[in-house]
C-alpha cells in the first residue's frame, strides 16, 4: 500500500506539487493523468525520493520512505522512463542485472532472473542476453527497460510515460503484456501519462492532476459518470464518454441467454469491440463464445447501448 | 584500398625506426641541406635517447594534465562543486593563453634550468583540452541514461564510475589526444632552458646555421605527433564502438 499523504513540492515559490493526499492499495494499478506541467511526474519522483518532498510524508506498508537513504529506497522499487535509460555501455543482460548487482545477489541467482523476465517479455534470452541497447527496436528497448525495473522484484514499479516513444501498434502490446505482467508478480504500479485512451486501459484507479492539485482520485467508471471538476469532464472527453464506459468492461459481464446467427464474438474482448462489431456487421445481436469455444449466449445491441449511457 | 592509410603509417613507422636507430643511413638525404663541411647528422648527442627522453617528458606532462584536469572536471560537474566551475575555467583558461615561452622564463628562477620548468609549462597548457573535453562529455550524457541510474539505486560515487566516466570516456580520450601533440610540439622549445628534448637538435642546427639539423629535429617530432595521433584515435574509436 502507497499513502501519499500531504505532498507538496516547491520550485521557486510556485507549488508544483500542492498538498496531494491520496492512497493506492497494492497489487492495483494508479494511473496519474494531466497536462504537462501538472506535477504528475514531480509526484512520481517524491516516491522513489528523486525528488524530496518539502512538505508531507509517503508511507509504502505503513513505512516513511524517508526512514532509509534515497538509494536503498529506489533499489527497492522499480522505474521505468520514458526513452528507456538503458545503459548503451552494457549488453541487455547487464541492463537487467543491474539492482541484483547492486544489492549483491549472487551470480546463479542474477542470471536465472535475467532469463526468466527476458522469457517473461517474449524475448530470447541467449539471443537477446548478449546484445547491446542500440542493436534493439524501439519495442524491444522499452521492454528491457522494463525488465530492468522488475529484476530485483520490487512490490512497487514507478512508469514515468514508459510508452510514449511507441507507435500505436507496439504501443498497445506493451500495454498489455504490463497488465499480464502486473497480474503475475502483483506489483503495485503507478504509471504516469498524457494519454487518456491508456489510462482508461491500465488503471484500477485514475488520479486527475491539474496546476499541482489532485482533482480526483477514482476507479475509471467513477470519472466518466461523476466527474469532480469541468477539467476532469474535459479530460475524459464530452464524446469519448459512452465508448470509455464500454471499453472498460468485457463482453463477458453482458451476456444474456439466447441465440443469435452470425460469427461468434469472443467473451473476453470489450464491450466498445463488440459493439464495433455489431455496427460493422449491421446486427442486432451475436453469439458470444468463451476462449475454449463453448457457447455462452448473445449480447444485443440494446444491452451495450444500454451501458453507454451517462446518468440522467 | 583500404589498407593504404595503414600501409603509409607502417612506412612512417618504420622510416622513424630507422632514422633513430641507423641515423647515418638517412644522411645522402639530409646531405643537400647542410653546408660543405658541416655534419649532416647530429653529432652531440643520441637521436634515439632525445627522442626517447622527449616521450618521456611529454608523457609525465600529460599524465599529470590528465589527473589534475579530469579530477577538476568531475568535481564541478557534481551539485556540490559546481560553484567552482567558473574559478576553474579560468584558472584554466590561464594556463592556455599564458604562452609557455613565459611560462619557462618565469619558472627558471623559481626552479632552476632543466626538466622542471619545462613540465610545468606542458602541464599548465596541456590542461584545457582536457578539462573542456571531460566536462563537456559529463555534462551532456543523454538524460534518460544518468535519471535511470539514479531511479535503479546507484550512488553518486557507483554512478560516476559505472556509467558517466565509461560513457565520457571515448570524449575524454580525444582532449588528451588533442593535449599529447600540442606537447609534443611545444616540448622542443624546453631545449632553450636545457632540458632533454628534441628541441635541442632543432636549436643547434639554428646556432650553426644547419639546416639539416633543424630538418630532422623538425621531422621526428612531426612523425612521432602523426603517429600517436593516429594511435590514440584508434582507441577512443575503440571505446566508442563499445558504448
Keep these: ?312 | 584500398m583500404r589498407a593504404l592509410p595503414y600501409l603509409l603509417r607502417g612506412l612512417l613507422l618504420a622510416l622513424l625506426m630507422t632514422f633513430l636507430l641507423v641515423p647515418q643511413t638517412m644522411e645522402p638525404l639530409l646531405r643537400p641541406l647542410a653546408q660543405s663541411n658541416a655534419p649532416v647528422i647530429y653529432n652531440q648527442g643520441s637521436l634515439l635517447s632525445l627522442t626517447v627522453q622527449h616521450l618521456l617528458t611529454v608523457l609525465a606532462a600529460t599524465s599529470a594534465a590528465t589527473v589534475v584536469a579530469v579530477s577538476l572536471a568531475i568535481l564541478v560537474s557534481r551539485p556540490a562543486g559546481a560553484e567552482f566551475l567558473p574559478l576553474s575555467r579560468s584558472l584554466v583558461n590561464i594556463g592556455q593563453t599564458f604562452p609557455p615561452v613565459a611560462v619557462l622564463a618565469l619558472a627558471v628562477p623559481v626552479v632552476g634550468f632543466g626538466e622542471k620548468p619545462t613540465l610545468i609549462a606542458l602541464f599548465l597548457y596541456g590542461l584545457l583540452p582536457i578539462f573542456e573535453s571531460t566536462l563537456t562529455s559529463l555534462t551532456t550524457l543523454p538524460r534518460a541514461v544518468v535519471e535511470a541510474a539514479r531511479g535503479t539505486g546507484m550512488t553518486g560515487a557507483q554512478r560516476l564510475l559505472q556509467i558517466e566516466l565509461p560513457l565520457a570516456l571515448p570524449v575524454i580520450l580525444s582532449g588528451i589526444r588533442l593535449s599529447v601533440v600540442i606537447s609534443l610540439a611545444t616540448a622542443t622549445i624546453g631545449s632553450t632552458v636545457a632540458a632533454r628534448t628534441l628541441g635541442e637538435v632543432i636549436i643547434a642546427g639554428l646556432q650553426s646555421n644547419n639546416l639539416a639539423f633543424v630538418v630532422q629535429g623538425g621531422l621526428i617530432v612531426g612523425a612521432l605527433a602523426v603517429l600517436i595521433y593516429d594511435g590514440l584515435s584508434a582507441l577512443e574509436r575503440l571505446t566508442v564502438a563499445r558504448s
Excluded: C
Design chain 1, 1 to 312: 500500500m502507497i499513502e501519499i499523504d500531504g505532498i507538496t513540492k516547491i520550485y521557486d515559490g510556485k507549488s508544483v506539487v500542492d498538498d496531494v493526499t491520496l492512497t493506492i492499495e497494492p497489487h492495483t494499478v494508479a494511473v496519474i493523468v494531466g497536462t504537462s506541467g501538472s506535477g504528475k511526474t514531480t509526484l512520481l519522483r517524491m516516491v522513489n525520493r528523486l525528488v524530496e518532498p518539502d512538505a508531507g510524508m509517503i508511507r509504502l506498508d505503513g513505512e516513511d520512505n524517508r526512514t532509509i537513504p534515497g538509494y536503498e529506497l529506489r533499489r527497492r522499487i522499480g522505474y521505468a522512463i520514458q526513452g528507456h535509460g538503458l545503459f548503451p555501455h552494457r549488453t541487455v543482460a547487464e541492463n537487467i542485472a543491474t539492482v541484483p548487482r547492486l544489492i549483491g545477489w549472487d551470480k546463479e541467482k542474477t542470471a536465472a532472473k535475467v532469463r526468466e523476465l527476458l522469457t517473461l517479455f517474449q524475448l530470447d534470452a541467449d539471443l537477446f542476453g548478449p546484445r547491446y541497447p542500440h542493436e534493439l527496436s524501439g519495442g524491444e528497448q522499452q521492454r528491457v527497460g522494463v525488465a530492468r525495473a522488475l529484476a530485483a522484484e520490487p512490490n512497487v514499479l514507478l512508469m514515468d510515460e514508459p510508452f510514449g516513444a511507441l507507435d500505436p501498434i507496439i504501443r498497445a502490446k506493451a500495454q498489455d503484456d504490463l497488465l499480464a505482467i502486473q497480474k503475475h508478480f502483483g506489483t503495485t504500479i503507478i504509471l504516469v501519462t498524457h494519454d487518456m485512451n491508456e489510462a482508461f486501459h491500465l488503471a484500477d484507479k485514475i488520479a486527475v492532476m491539474d496546476a499541482g492539485r489532485l482533482l480526483q482520485f477514482g476507479p475509471p467508471d467513477e470519472l466518466v459518470r461523476q466527474p469532480a471538476t469541468g477539467f476532469v469532464e474535459a479530460m475524459v472527453g464530452a464524446s469519448e464518454r459512452p465508448f470509455r464506459l464500454l471499453s472498460m468492461r468485457r463482453v463477458s459481464d453482458l451476456a444474456e441467454p439466447g441465440s443469435a446467427d452470425g460469427s461468434p464474438i469472443a467473451a473476453t474482448v470489450t464491450q466498445q469491440d463488440a459493439l464495433a462489431e455489431l455496427m460493422w456487421t449491421g446486427r442486432s445481436a451475436a453469439p458470444v463464445v468463451s476462449s475454449d469455444g463453448e457457447a455462452r449466449g448473445r449480447v444485443t445491441l440494446e444491452a451495450l447501448l444500454q451501458r453507454a449511457r451517462g446518468p440522467k
